[in-house]
């Protein structure tokens, strides 16, 4: 069936939205603003197959678009007018690219000729993201002809597959349009034929790999580890299934980060080391479980401890993931696996069973140091803010996406996240690890997902209050712990925490903000939590719609003392 088309900018826009459409785009985040009208009218006219979403600040929507493509493992395409609101995306797009997110990003852009010469709300948008994009191009203006329509549909199918393939990250395109920006008439004449000009608009990534087999020098090696770093697979069941598979053929621990999915599906894995930071906190024991070879899956965990133990004991070190990226900030005896983990074609090994010294090793300290971490965590009544990990890791319902925020909760979890099996979810930005778009990427990854959580601190979430805007298009359920201690807690673990002033104004840096009278301002529901137990009851049920904060008012500086003191002596108590 013919459709007729009165408007260049109408019909160029149109076969943009359209193969994205055809190609699986099902959510494209939208900014207000002039320019990018054409767009905007496009994707408000693909509702419902793609939800267009409003929001109104744009480093607020990038963030949001992030946690959609996080949560769902699908490209989302983010829109906006010409001038800065494109550099407000720009800390997203640094996060999609470090922490492998599909995005893509539609800048529009006001024509060549009124460019480089004052005209408004113009700025070089051309390479506006560096190096960060995947791929990125300006786009030729708008043209009412087969061939430039032929030209476009091929451009947006080859982006589409560029956010996804070799890896995942941004795309970005530069889009110029010429007035009139309406869908108004504008002298065009054009007839198409969506069918038969679409059946070329169809997803071309197929990528096969066949299975490779365990290395010898693996499965001679009785002194290797398997390190299950920062992790956000979609199927994490079948993720943690092959690791344990690999783990139990080659006898091998597990150490699991607090971010990797294994730490939710601890039956799978009966190897699975949660302590290791406290572990080789003593001296003596990481000497003496220093390895010959170690298994890196994903990124290397957070762990100040591990990594200078590997940088210490420069095992050989082989990583598995199937990124380009170089994934050893360590500088070691590497060689990379450009693969996932499940593409192992793991096979038993004509191996004692039994395990070996080493791993009854690392598997008594998890189980001493493993206890004695459950048991203070469990007697403790004082509003310690790493506690709020350790009960989150028991209580949520099974399933709950969690995100983590970056600075004291990730590390906290770390530390305290109780290995479990009740599958949960858990999200972060690792890749970058600011504070950038929290709030807005926790809403992003719970939109039209189950009832989520967020841990954060009170800075991570000041820095992105803009982010309570999207309430009014947010579809479900996100609580927030927020843990309060009135600065940056992450600082006082540092050495310049010594030297006050200048400590406290420039690193501290104090708020004094009341959340109840903020979460006012958003209407958004506010709590104040005075107990565990309180807190407990909160978080299980989970509500199913809306939005509110679960604040605990903590010490930062008697909990950065207390981690100070106990840290190190779990694993010191544990073997006395």
């Known amino acids: 069936m013919l459709v007729a088309y009165r408007n260049v900018n109408q019909l160029w826009a149109f076969v943009l939205t359209e193969t994205l459409k055809r190609l699986g ?9 002039s320019r990018s009208t054409p767009l905007t009218v496009a994707f408000a006219q693909q509702v419902p197959d793609i939800e267009a979403i409003s929001i109104l600040d744009e480093r607020s929507a990038a963030f949001f678009a992030l946690g959609v493509a996080k949560a769902t493992g699908r490209p989302v395409a983010l829109v906006c007018t010409s001038g800065t609101a494109g550099a407000n995306f720009y800390p997203a797009v640094i996060e999609a690219k470090e922490s492998r997110v599909p995005l893509l990003v539609l800048t529009t852009d006001r024509p060549p000729e009124l460019r480089d010469c004052h005209s408004g709300q113009t700025i070089d948008q051309v390479k506006l993201y560096g190096s960060y994009p995947n791929w990125q191009t300006e786009l030729a203006l708008p043209a009412a002809n087969m061939e430039m329509l032929a030209y476009l549909r091929q451009t947006v199918i080859y982006a589409w597959e560029r ?18 920006l309406a869908p108004v008439p504008d002298g065009t004449d054009f007839q198409l034929d969506p069918e038969v000009f679409f059946t070329a608009a169809t997803n071309t990534i197929s990528l096969t790999h066949s299975p490779f087999p365990i290395p010898e020098a693996w499965q001679n090696c009785d002194r290797g580890i398997i390190i299950a770093g920062v992790a956000q697979p979609q199927n994490p069941q079948e993720y943690c299934r092959a690791i344990a598979t690999l783990s139990q053929t080659l006898q091998w621990p597990v150490l699991a980060e607090g971010l990797s999915p294994l730490r939710n599906y601890t039956d799978l894995n009966p190897y699975l080391i949660s302590t290791y930071d406290l572990i080789l906190r003593n001296q003596q024991l990481a000497k003496q479980l220093a390895p010959e070879m170690v298994i890196q899956v994903g990124d290397m965990p957070t762990s100040k401890e591990l990594r200078t133990w590997l940088s210490a004991t420069q095992p050989q070190r082989w990583v598995i993931d199937p990124s380009d990226q170089n994934l050893d900030p360590l500088h070691g005896q590497t060689i990379h696996l450009r693969m996932s983990v499940d593409e192992l074609g793991i096979k038993e090994c004509d191996k004692n069973n039994s395990p070996s010294e080493y791993l009854q090793s690392w598997c008594i300290a998890e189980a001493k140091v493993r206890t004695d971490v459950d048991q203070t965590m469990a007697k403790m009544k004082d509003l310690f803010e790493g506690k709020a990990a350790w009960l989150l890791s028991q209580t949520l319902p099974p399933g709950t996406p969690l995100f983590i925020a970056n600075s004291m909760p990730v590390r906290d979890v770390e530390y305290f996240w109780q290995p479990n099996n009740l599958g949960v979810r858990a999200y972060f930005n690792r890749g970058a690890n600011g504070i950038d778009g929290t709030l807005s990427t926790a809403l992003g990854i719970a939109h039209r997902q189950q009832s989520s959580v967020i841990l954060t601190g009170d800075l991570a979430l000041l820095h992105d209050t803009n982010g309570f805007l999207i309430r009014n298009k947010f579809v479900g359920h996100l609580t927030i712990v927020l843990i309060n201690n009135n600065g940056g807690g992450i600082f006082e673990m540092l050495p310049i925490a010594k030297f006050d002033p200048p400590f406290e104004e420039f690193f501290g840096t104090p708020q004094d903000i009341d959340f109840a009278q903020l979460c006012a301002t958003y209407a958004v529901q506010h709590e ?5 137990e309180e807190l407990r009851q909160k978080l299980n049920p989970l509500p199913i719609k809306g939005i509110r904060v679960l604040e605990l008012q903590t010490n930062r500086k008697v909990d950065a003392k207390w981690r100070q003191e106990n840290l190190r002596k779990f694993v010191v108590d544990s073997y006395i």
């Open 25 to 33: 785009l099902t959510c494209a985040v939208i900014c207000p603003g």
């Open 163 to 180: 956010t996804q393939t070799p890896t995942k990250g941004s795309v970005h395109l530069n889009i110029p349009f010429r007035d009139p």
């Open 528 to 532: 104040l939590i005075t107990s565990w």
